[in-house]
């Protein structure tokens, strides 16, 4: 059978079916089927594709969040759009609605679960101490069940209603949508700060276990296209490295990110890599892609020069003096006199919009690397064909 060979014969047909549902995507690209054609995205994670959870759930996202595409406050950490936003649009579906910011949104096309701060393990931090979320990973399934049981029974009765339906998802569509997790970075986060590494590195087996139980409690519920994300490189956060003076030789690496934070790093997307591969033989009917977001991060910020970003150590938003540091839109008390901290005059040179979190621009190009497919685990079959196939 060659590559984009016109209309398959019958017993051609027979054996791409079988083939398909063993080697998913791949095998799709190279048959010339067409795109999945996903209805909605169910997404699950933490502030890198929180798009207006924890601002509804707490307070309000501030300017200058935003300013760049949104031109307003849009409950996310960055000025403007996220990874989740680029696939959304790649896919042809709106910006995903936040599941805890109901006013005025539509759930037709899904719904986001993922907020600022987010673990995948339940924490016994507090949000106003240390940005923990309440909404660890299993509350976020908690909050996916109860969307399903919600909106399934509002659909069946809002047959009179037909503005209410058009907002809520088809009951249909839920096993046809795909399901997108990008969480973990603050499970390492928390555990820098109350463990040492070899603790954490003794937990992580538990960390990955339970977002496995995740995939598998929304499989489960019908669930079959998964789009998994692994961690980026926390150790190269502007926020960490501006706090380092005269480091020890070999605390940093060759591109001056703190290397054991990313060898942790490393360690859960190694271990994470491996619970996908489980996972494919323990659910059969799903397509699963575990995604190196991780080495899209980390050669953006290697080669930020090349890729057009001129300021890549540095954070956009976010006021520095001495080695004091106030958050991006914070205000302060500095000599008697009041300070806000703003953004830069041009958010598209610099890749940390506040230190933590991504600007629009690196967003962006993270998201043409990934889209693509070429840092799937799955080589080469891009997110339009990752789906589960019937
Ligand atoms: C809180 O976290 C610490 C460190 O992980 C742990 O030792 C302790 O048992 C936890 N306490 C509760 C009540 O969960
Ligand atoms: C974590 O432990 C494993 C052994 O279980 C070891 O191979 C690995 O190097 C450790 N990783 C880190 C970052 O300490
Ligand atoms: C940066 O670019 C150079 C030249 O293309 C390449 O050899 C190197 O692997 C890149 N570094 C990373 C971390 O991607
Ligand atoms: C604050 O005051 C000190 C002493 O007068 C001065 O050295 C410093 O530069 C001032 N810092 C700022 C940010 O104005």
């Not at 307070?59 to 760049?68: L, Q």
Request: net charge negative; with cysteine; hydrophobic share 35%.
């Amino acid at each position: 059978m060659a590559i984009g060979g016109g209309v398959p014969s019958l017993p051609c047909l027979a054996l791409l079916l079988l083939l398909v549902s063993w080697n998913v995507g791949l095998l799709a690209i190279a048959r010339g089927l067409p795109p999945c054609e996903f209805p909605a995205i169910y997404n699950f994670g933490d502030s890198n594709s929180d798009t207006g959870g924890i601002s509804a759930a707490f307070y309000p996202m501030g300017s200058p969040t935003g300013e760049t595409f949104f031109h307003r406050p849009e409950g996310r950490a960055s000025d403007g759009r996220l990874i989740t936003d680029f696939i959304a649009e790649h896919l042809g579906l709106p910006y995903l609605s936040a599941y805890l910011d109901s006013l005025g949104r539509s759930f037709r096309h899904g719904a986001n679960f993922a907020t600022g701060g987010s673990t995948i393990r339940r924490q016994n931090e507090s949000f106003f101490e240390n940005g923990v979320s309440p909404f660890s990973l299993d509350i976020q399934t908690a909050h996916y069940d109860q969307f399903v049981a919600r909106t399934s029974y509002l659909y069946k009765n809002a047959r009179a209603e037909k503005f209410r339906r058009s907002r809520l998802p088809r009951p249909e569509d839920f096993s046809k949508a795909l399901y997108v997790f990008d969480i973990g970075q603050n499970d390492l986060a928390a555990g820098f700060r109350k463990m040492t590494n070899e603790q954490l590195n003794a937990s992580m087996r538990d960390i990955v276990s339970q977002l496995a139980t995740a995939v598998q409690h929304l499989y489960q519920q019908g669930a079959r296209t998964f789009w998994i994300h692994n961690t980026g490189p926390i150790g190269c956060l502007p926020i960490t490295l501006r706090y380092i003076r005269n480091p020890m030789p070999g605390y940093l690496d060759e591109i001056g990110c703190v290397k054991d934070q990313n060898e942790m790093a490393s360690e859960f997307n190694r271990q994470l890599k491996g619970m996908v591969m489980q996972l494919r033989g323990e659910l059969p009917e799903a397509a699963l892609t575990y995604v190196d977001v991780y080495t899209a991060k980390y050669s953006l910020i290697a080669n930020s020069t090349r890729a057009g970003f001129e300021r890549a150590g540095k954070m956009c938003c976010g006021y520095e003096w001495e080695d004091k540091h106030v958050w991006c839109g914070q205000k302060a008390s500095i000599n008697g006199s009041e300070v806000v901290a703003g953004s830069c005059e041009d958010p598209s040179i610099f890749v940390s919009w506040d230190g933590v979190h991504y600007t629009e621009a690196a967003n962006r190009w993270i998201s043409e690397h990934i889209i693509s497919g070429l840092l799937s685990d799955q080589p080469n079959v891009p997110i339009t064909h990752a789906c589960y196939r019937l």
